[in-house]
């Protein structure tokens, strides 16, 4: 067995011009594998903060971007392709994502055709269809009231199509209050009746007399003033007057059940 101690030296003879290509070769190749390490690094290093300082984006968002680069941010002429992949979006179950794209289709909307324009009744309709969808009850119902508020806006009380869009915003609050949607059944009920009535001063501007509706808006509007009045308070107050006046008649009874009442002319 050979001890460490007992190597010996070995001295081999170098060729003078040989070491120095060679020495250099060997030190342009480090230099060359340093530098592309350091690229490397940093290239990895930028896509690591990349991915973690910007959050990912939905679909929705994406097509957004999308849009807006392919026109301006505010180009009318996407409001109808946000439409229809809101509505794709809606049939595949994405109702998210469909919300997304008619939010924006509705501020493009209103951006270029002003507050109040008939063009957005479509686009609100897709709105609450997305919402209740979602079972997001009280934006629905927030969505409907923007709807009454923007048909009021835009037609006269002269204009049968007045009455056919708050003909949809009171079909909302009758469903919505037979089913005690939102526990806000006695809202629903004081807004439906509101509707009605409104609806039957339309009939009276735009219907020919005899016409079947107007019973329907009558009748209805009866309907509303009694369960009005049935969850009133002063219909709570005249129960539990009754309640005590039957209370005390009984009472009464029971006192003079063990009399003999005589009566003389």
């Known amino acids: 067995m050979t001890r460490i101690d007992e190597l010996k030296t070995v001295n081999y003879s170098l060729d003078s011009q040989l070491v120095v290509p060679q020495l250099l070769a060997t030190m342009l190749a480090m230099l060359s594998i340093a530098v592309l390490s350091s690229q490397a690094f940093a290239q990895g290093l930028s896509l690591n903060l990349t991915s973690e300082l910007v959050p990912s984006l939905d679909p929705a968002s994406r097509t957004i971007r999308t849009m807006e680069s392919d026109f301006s941010a505010y180009d009318q002429r996407q409001i109808e392709s946000l439409e229809d992949l809101g509505r794709l979006n809606l049939s595949l179950g994405e109702h998210q994502q469909a919300l997304d794209l008619f939010k924006q289709a509705l501020h493009v909307a209103r951006i270029n055709q002003g507050l109040y324009h008939e063009s957005q009744i479509s686009i609100v309709d897709d709105i609450i269809s997305a919402e209740i969808s979602l079972q997001n009850w009280e ?125 003389t002319d």
């Not at 079909?171 to 409104?198: C, M, P, Q, S, Y």
């Not at 039957?200 to 009866?222: C, H, W, Y």
């Open 139 to 263: 934006e629905a119902d927030n969505y409907y009231a923007y709807q009454e508020h923007l048909y009021r806006r835009i037609y006269d009380t002269d204009d049968a199509r007045l009455e056919a869009g708050l003909r949809k915003v009171s079909a909302w609050h009758i469903t919505a209050l037979n089913v005690n949607l939102d526990g806000k059944r006695i809202e629903h009920l004081r807004k439906a009746n509101k509707l009605f009535k409104l609806r039957l001063q339309i009939a009276e501007n735009t219907l020919s007399i005899g016409d079947p509706k107007f019973d329907m808006l009558v009748r209805n509007i009866e309907i509303f003033e009694k369960e009005l009045f049935l969850s009133s308070d002063l219909n709570r107050e005249m129960l539990i007057r009754q309640q005590k006046d039957s209370q005390s008649r009984r009472n009464s009874f029971r006192q003079s059940g063990n009399r003999i009442v005589v009566t």
